[in-house]
């Protein structure tokens, strides 16, 4: 199958315009069965080491789940504060950085553990959980083409969601994702537009051929 220019664009655009979605901004309506179905068929497309497909998906719409997580959330944001400062943790304190109450549909993404050896994975176990992300991915892409939202919750101890979702030995909690319609898609992502951080340009992420000492010396300073 060849694709068009236009098609060309009409992806860029989609990349562009996809939005980290916050609680504040999902609205209460119902995802239908058949919309949640495209999205997780989108996952199913993904790239995976080995064509193992390692991951499985736990839709969580009980509210008592939810709030259990939740709890969890507002603990792990408490930890998480304290290591900015104290102008950061007034700014911190501000943000809504979940929808897992707001948004109708909550989603764990586990990867499972191979049971046999897998073609690709042997030198760099990662791959499998890396395979996930890919999946995750097109999860976010699929939603935003259907103007449905997505958060990812990452202020979370995984151990806690284990035993709240009773997840068996060798599942790996990947990803907690909050999805529902939404008020609005914002023109540039939430923390960009509250300059909590700035967007890097194309080039400061580029490296040709080798790491150079110079770009060691740069690195270090940055840091401090």
């Known amino acids: 199958m060849q694709f068009t220019d236009k098609d060309e664009n009409r992806l860029m655009q989609l990349m562009l315009h996809r939005r980290d979605i916050r609680g504040n901004n999902f609205l209460s309506q119902e995802l239908t069965e058949q919309e949640l179905e495209k999205i997780l068929l989108a996952a199913t497309t993904a790239p995976s080491v080995g064509l193992s497909q390692p991951w499985k998906f736990v839709i969580i719409r009980d509210k008592q789940i939810r709030q259990m997580v939740y709890r969890n959330f507002e603990l792990e944001t408490h930890r998480a504060r304290q ?6 943790q007034q700014q ?4 809504k950085l979940d929808g897992i109450i707001e948004a109708p549909v909550n989603i764990a993404v586990y990867y499972t553990s191979p049971e046999n050896p897998i073609i690709g994975n042997n030198t760099i176990p990662e791959v499998g959980e ?5 999946a995750i991915q097109n999860m976010w892409l ?6 449905i939202g997505m958060g990812w919750v990452s202020i979370l101890n995984p151990s806690v969601v284990d035993d709240i979702l009773k997840a068996p030995a060798g599942h790996k909690l990947i990803a907690y994702l909050c999805i529902g319609h939404v008020k609005e898609f914002y023109d540039i992502p939430e923390l960009e537009k509250l300059n909590w951080e700035r967007r890097k340009s194309l080039y400061a992420s580029i490296v040709h051929n080798q790491f150079s000492e110079d770009y060691e010396t740069a690195h270090d300073h940055r840091q401090k």
């Open 142 to 147: 699929m939603a935003r083409a259907m103007n």
């Open 92 to 95: 911190y304190q501000q943000l």
């Open 83 to 88: 290591k900015f400062s104290l102008e950061a």
């Open 130 to 134: 890396y395979s996930v992300v890919c």
